[in-house]
T-cell receptor, first 115, second 112 residues
Framework: DAKTTQPTSMDCAEGRAANLPCNHS???????VYWYRQIHSQGPQYIIH???NNETNEMASLIITEDRKSSTLILPHATLRDTAVYYC????????????????FGQGTILTVHP | GAGVSQSPSNKVTEKGKDVELRCDPI?????LYWYRQSLGQGLEFLIY????????KSGLPSDRFSAERTGGSVSTLTIQRTQQEDSAVYLC??????????FGPGTRLTVT
């Protein structure tokens, strides 16, 4: 699986958009970008994933550059409850997305949302 | 609906003792994973089960660690002759698709 690079920490004001970058310059054509987050003392939580198109769900938006070497997770209106460690993970999915393999977590970005 | 549950939530054991950690996945999830997270560290993959296939044990750190999944549902992670470096939060996750893994709250293991 491709390696990812994320900033160690970021701050955001409550109510503003939080934009979390991730570099994955060695990504392969069949690798997806996943985002998970881990709130203190809880297990990780799936946020969103994408291959090459931008994606949006009820939690966040994922913007992937055209060359797929980087992506940005956007929390449109950050709240205090969004304070967490955010993990960007790149992993291959095979057979139309039916691989069940492991996730390799890096150090992630500590996002702190301030009042 | 019910999420992934793990028991016990906390376990304190003496060095050299064996421990068993339990994971109840979400009903119908065919994939089950174990990870661990040491203090201040990221998550480390241990093992995963997918249906009736042979488990991927590539992340188990030593032969003191083993896991089984009975009837395609409940899983038990066993650590024999525990060492202080085994102290960590042990997380279980289950899933159906390749995209989402649903994590439990974890078991905090402390080896004294």
């Amino acid at each position: 699986d491709a390696k990812t690079t994320q900033p160690t920490s970021m701050d955001c004001a409550e109510g503003r958009a939080a934009n979390l970058p991730c570099n994955h310059s060695t990504i392969s054509g069949n690798e997806y970008v996943y985002w998970y987050r881990q709130i203190h003392s809880q297990g990780p939580q799936y946020i969103i994933h994408g291959l090459k198109n931008n994606e949006t769900n009820e939690m966040a938006s994922l913007i992937i550059t055209e060359d797929r070497k980087s992506s940005t997770l956007i929390l449109p209106h950050a709240t205090l409850r969004d304070t967490a460690v955010y993990y960007c993970i790149v992993r291959v999915a095979t057979g139309g997305g039916t691989s069940y393999g492991k996730l390799t977590f890096g150090q992630g970005t500590i996002l702190t949302v301030h009042p | 609906g019910a999420g992934v549950s793990q028991s016990p939530s906390n376990k304190v054991t003496e060095k050299g003792k064996d421990v068993e950690l339990r994971c109840d996945p979400i009903s119908g999830h065919t994939a089950l994973y174990w990870y661990r997270q040491s203090l201040g560290q990221g998550l480390e993959f241990l093992i995963y089960f997918q249906g009736n296939s042979a488990p991927d044990k590539s992340g188990l750190p030593s032969d003191r660690f083993s896991a089984e999944r009975t009837g395609g549902s409940v899983s038990t992670l066993t650590i024999q002759r525990t060492q202080q470096e085994d102290s960590a939060v042990y997380l279980c996750a289950s899933g159906v698709t390749s995209y989402e893994q649903y994590f439990g709250p974890g078991t905090r293991l402390t080896v004294t």
